[in-house]
């Protein structure tokens, strides 16, 4: 791994950890990157930030975590308590600085000592510590296939927030071979349902491709993207299910007025 891929993980970590619990949106996070000179002068690709997150979460255990209520990232601190990896010791009181939590420092991760009795006692001798480098896992690769920028609508990455789907039998191979969106991750999965999570922004355009897949696609989160959607099909119900008033023809021999029904 080069320093400069671990360079920008250590950026990325220390920025969203400077935010605190209240987070920060990852338009922020663009804004901040664009001024440094790790950037080389180029905008934050959306779908390279969320593999930083994840091959954060695999080499270092510090999870980047989406509040999809405010649409902004936080470090999880209450995870990190309970890191146990001293190879993650130095970085761990790294963090601690930055978030100001009160106690939570590197000493508390180290593992608890045995007491031993005072007397007999040998002294040992004197060993030179060794130092143990920390095992860094290579990045994984993408399993998503490649999606091209035209081939879904540029609106959706304005102003993205989190949103869970679950899409059922008949489609949920097609989603998972042409994915809706660079951001699709798989959450879980059964023999019959496949539930993915999305980072775009919920246009009008992306509502009409949701109800464009019926019953075969059902949003999960958040609550008010799912009652707007609920109340467009509820609005196309209502237009098939209201009675429509009879037509009426005019009678050719004479010329009187008759209804058909």
């Known amino acids: 791994m080069s320093k400069k891929i671990i360079d920008r993980y250590i950026w990325l970590i220390e920025t969203v950890a400077k935010a605190g619990e209240d987070g920060i949106s990852f338009k922020d996070i ?63 009181s790294f963090l601690a600085g930055l978030v100001g939590d009160d106690g939570f420092c590197a000493d508390e991760f180290d593992e608890p000592k045995e007491d031993v009795k005072t007397q007999n006692i040998v002294e040992p001798e004197t060993v030179e ?57 798989e959450l879980s999965k059964t023999a019959k349902s496949l539930i993915i ?11 009409q491709l949701v109800m464009s897949y019926g019953e075969q696609m059902e949003i999960i989160s958040p609550n008010s993207l799912r009652k707007e959607i609920t109340d467009m099909f509820g609005s196309a119900v209502k237009r098939y299910t209201e009675t429509k008033p009879a037509k009426k023809k005019k009678d050719e021999k004479n010329d009187g007025i008759i209804e058909l029904w």
Not at 73 to 83: A, E, F, T
Not at 130 to 154: G, N, R
Not at 197 to 207: G, H, Q, V
């Open 30 to 92: 663009n804004k901040r990157w664009c001024r440094t000179e790790l950037s080389g002068k180029e905008s934050y690709p959306l779908r390279t930030f969320h593999n930083h997150r994840n091959e954060i979460s695999d080499i270092f255990n510090i999870d980047i975590v989406c509040n999809p209520v405010f649409n902004t990232y936080y470090v999880d601190v209450k995870k990190l308590r309970r890191i146990r990896s001293k190879s993650n010791k130095l970085l761990l």
């Open 129 to 185: 510590p060794k130092i143990i480098e920390p095992k860094i896992v290579e990045p994984k690769e993408e399993k998503l296939p490649e999606i091209a920028k035209e081939s879904y609508p540029a609106e959706w990455d304005n102003n993205p927030i989190e949103i869970q789907i679950q899409v059922y039998e008949q489609i949920k191979e097609i989603i998972k071979l042409e994915p809706i969106h660079p951001s699709q991750r």
């Open 197 to 207: 999570s999305l980072m775009i922004e919920p246009t009008e355009s992306f509502k």
